[in-house]
């Protein structure tokens, strides 16, 4: 069961930009994704099923209570995006809400220009005031607040926090500005402009990260935003579907939008059901209940079960999360470089990965960059020299500390609470996960065979992710980062964590100037290629500090009905409903 | 009768207080709801506060409790972890696992009492050795088993057989299901049928077992021997003398089992795709929902209570001397 995923296989999204953990493990083999979303020919009509692993906590995907990866595979056809992450991982301009969008520094200033035929599901133009209105939700600013004068609750203000202003501009067929409200908080603004300019305080490179889901500002305000869109009557479309049905812990059904303005969605409708258990998805797919599956926890039983079926086409694709381990260098001993890089020597890495997710998909390879990951244009493999195993130069790394192995193969620190006994470190992660499990025994030996004594606990996913891992109530830690294709989320771990306000999740007290104006100058970067050129720089940092070891990036499984055409997955947190509007029935 | 009733519902509004309270302390002190949304520092100060105040985090936990419980007496049963009132969560699984249940639980007995009789009467015999193993495999067999090979030996092969989905694996009914009561009968038939099977076959075979031996019993007591000897038709016997007796023990053994039916129906409704009230409560104990598990607790705590009363005023029914002062 999944993520929450949560927990289960529950991966809870933060949103746009943000980083977040990934409780599960295990996954599926290999196909490379591409970029087309409207390849084959398919016929107007019909209706697609997609297995969804849980229930909705709301539909407003912006808020913390609603902010999950389900929520989001459905909203993608609901709500305006200004940019919508492709199969490749790449930001594309949504050329139907906003026609062009220009983008000058100093200050940073994006202009975006809405289509002038771009209205809501009930007639209401978008305009400006919806970037304002969501904006001032997500801007993290106490000044905005929702009805009955509520903080907004978001699940995350990166990116808006910086933004100094939204204010619109030539309102359509040449009419005047409207005045806007001091309720509204769109006084002055021009809330009915077609033309929407964003002015940053501070440069944030990952700009197109903003302005996906647009809120309806004219209902928000009306209902809240908070809790104004716990039922799918007030999510009203502005895109290329609309939400018929929403039947609670079962199924979400979506019909065109007969308002949408641009080139209609293929099918009727869009069926998502609900499905409580990944192992049930691909009996449904063979009964023909469900078209598209994608479950969030993939073992070698779905893989080897999906492929006893005929009709279905199987895509194991490269994800964008990646398994690793952490070293906490509050501990005396593994704040020792040395020893590090000695875990990192003795580590056999292609040995974990062919015992344990290898299993499903041959082709994975050890990670070599914490900021991409090998599926994406700006890998580089940071990492080469720990790809074979050396034990030599781990057991030399150890002697050279003055450590002296004992009869029993084991060494003894010379210093430290261990001084005079085996050397001994814990490695800690999610309980019940049967690869995380493998991984670490595997671990356990391979470090035995450099003199190092592993002792394995784990805990559940709550008190791993909740406690033991901020509170740095461990040693080595073994679990997944999933980014999404906008970098500068990666700040909050890698960078000094005596920075406490900005770099939340860097739980393994790494500290780094060096890393921290390079990660700082990368998110600040307006070009794609300096900021990739300063993420891989710090990177390598990270590498020559031996701050985390990567072992993997996960793949994740797709399934879905030959019948049907332009599914094509999509591994960012969008979802393979990225294209969903192309998606059809196959032309005979 | 209605005194005694009266007191066994006191004894049990006081027990059910005790358990609230216990459960409240063991989901409360198993750590922080908020864990997984601290941890991600993209979320706002003003989120995390705002959600505490909802659940009342920074409370003392014996006001936290009365809060809780002061509410609950006037139905509601507060907010979830991620915000959403629990009242009406409650109802719409509650509905979903009953469906399943009640229907379950119903034939589970015919069967359970069918089987028993004729494994008793039938002592000994080829038809006797065929129910008790047939008995004993599905008690012993893992409920999730007897799931999955009913869908993937009986439901996707005759589907597949027939060209057209008859046998639903997943979920109660079809998401674009519309018409008429009786037009969305056959959706709701195929994706009941499943299920249900499968909740029978693990339920009705240690109630049958229990059958058949409490049969075995009265066939050899003393009123169904002087029946006999009276030259009462065997048919007679068995219905007034054998039956009636034999169908206290049973009784008992439903009326306690019905409360681990409903329990146990989480795992059928996970095999099945159904969003009931196993589901909902194993989600709520994992995300550490306080609100969720009491809720859980109060409803199958209730229904206990209701079945073990039920059981009692049965007996009465079916065993003139019982009497209750």
Known sequence: ?588 | MISYILRRLAISVVVLFLATIMVFILVAESGNPLALLRENPHTPKSTILAREKLLHLNDPLWQRYWIWLSHAIHGDFGPTVAGQPVGPQLTAHLYVTLRMVILATILSIFLAISIGVIAALRQGKATDHVATFTNFLFLAAPTFVVGILLKQFVAIPINLHLNRTIFYTNGDQSPTLTGSFWQRLPDYAGHTVLPTICLILVTYSSWAIYQRSSILDTLDSDHVRLARAKGIKPRRVLMRHVLRNALIPVTTVIALDFAGVLGGAVITEIVFGWQGLGVWFLNGVTNLDVNITLAYLLITAVIVILFNLMADIIYAFLDPRIRYD
């Open chain 1, 1 to 588: 069961m999944r993520r929450s995923r949560r927990w289960m296989a529950a991966v809870t999204m933060v949103g746009m930009g943000a980083i977040l953990l990934a409780a599960c493990s295990s996954s599926g083999s290999s196909s490379p994704t591409t970029n087309a979303s409207s390849t084959a020919s398919v016929k107007t009509g019909g209706t697609a099923t997609m297995a969804l692993d849980e229930d909705l906590a709301g539909f407003n995907i912006n808020t913390s209570a609603s902010n999950e990866f389900v929520l989001q595979e459905i909203m993608n056809l609901v709500w305006p995006q200004t940019y919508i992450i492709n199969s490749n991982l790449q930001p594309v301009l949504n050329t139907a809400l906003v026609t062009s969008v220009k983008v000058t520094t100093n200050p940073q200033t994006i202009v975006y220009t809405i289509n002038p035929k771009a209205v809501w599901q009930d007639g209401v133009p978008i305009n400006a005031d919806d970037f304002i209105y969501n904006w001032q939700t997500q801007s993290g600013n106490p000044a905005y607040t929702d009805v009955g004068h509520a903080a907004y609750q978001p699940a995350g203000t990166t990116g808006y926090n910086q933004i100094a202003s939204v204010t619109g501009s030539n309102p359509p067929g040449g009419a005047k500005c409207e005045a806007g409200s001091a309720a509204d908080q769109n006084a002055g603004l021009c809330p009915n402009g077609d033309t929407v300019t964003v002015k940053f305080s501070t440069p944030f490179a990952d700009y197109k990260a903003l302005f996906g889901d647009l809120v309806p500002a004219h209902i928000g305000r009306v209902v809240g935003w908070n809790t104004g869109f716990a039922g799918p009557t007030q999510a009203i479309s502005g895109s290329w579907y609309t939400i018929q049905s929403y039947s609670a812990n079962s199924s979400v059904v979506l019909v065109r939008n007969p308002k949408y303005w641009s080139t209609p969605g293929k099918l009727d409708k869009i069926v998502f059901s609900f499905v409580n258990d990944d192992t049930a998805e691909v009996p449904g797919l063979q009964n023909g209940e469900f078209q598209v599956i994608n479950p969030s926890t993939v073992n070698l039983s779905i893989v080897q079960t999906a492929q006893q079926v005929t009709g279905i086409n199987r895509v194991t694709a490269p994800g964008l999360e990646f398994e690793h381990f952490d070293f906490n260098e509050a501990n005396p001993y593994l704040a020792k470089l040395a020893i590090r890089q000695a875990i990192a020597y003795g580590t056999n890495r292609p040995e974990i990965i062919a015992h344990t997710i290898g299993e499903i998909d041959p082709s994975i390879k050890p990670l070599g960059n914490r900021m991409y990951v090998n599926s994406q244009a700006q890998y580089v493999d940071n990492g080469s020299q720990y790809d074979t195993v050396n034990t030599a130069k781990a057991e030399s790394l150890l002697k050279g500390l003055g450590f002296k192995k004992g009869s029993d193969g084991y060494f003894q620190p010379n210093y430290g609470p261990e001084k005079g006994q085996d050397f001994s470190l814990q490695i800690q992660s999610t309980s019940g996960n049967t690869t995380r499990a493998q991984t670490e025994q595997l671990f356990q030996a391979q470090m035995k065979t450099i003199g190092i004594k592993i002792t394995i606990q784990n805990y559940d996913a709550n008190t791993f992710f909740g406690t033991n891992l901020p509170d740095g109530d461990y040693q080595i830690g073994e679990f997944a980062w999933v980014s999404s294709p906008f970098v500068s989320a990666n700040q909050s771990i890698y960078c000094s964590y005596t920075n406490t306000n900005n770099c939340g999740q860097n739980w393994i007290h790494y500290a780094n100037p060096q890393v921290d104006k390079l990660l700082a100058e990368g998110a600040a970067a307006l070009s794609p290629a300096t900021e990739t050129a300063k993420f891989n720089a710090a990177d390598k940092l990270l590498w020559a500090d031996m701050a985390t070891l990567p072992l993997y990036q996960k793949p994740q499984y797709f399934a879905f009905s030959s019948k049907y055409g332009n599914i094509v997955p999509n591994t960012s947190e969008t979802g393979i409903t990225w294209n969903a509007q192309a998606w059809g029935v196959k032309a005979a």
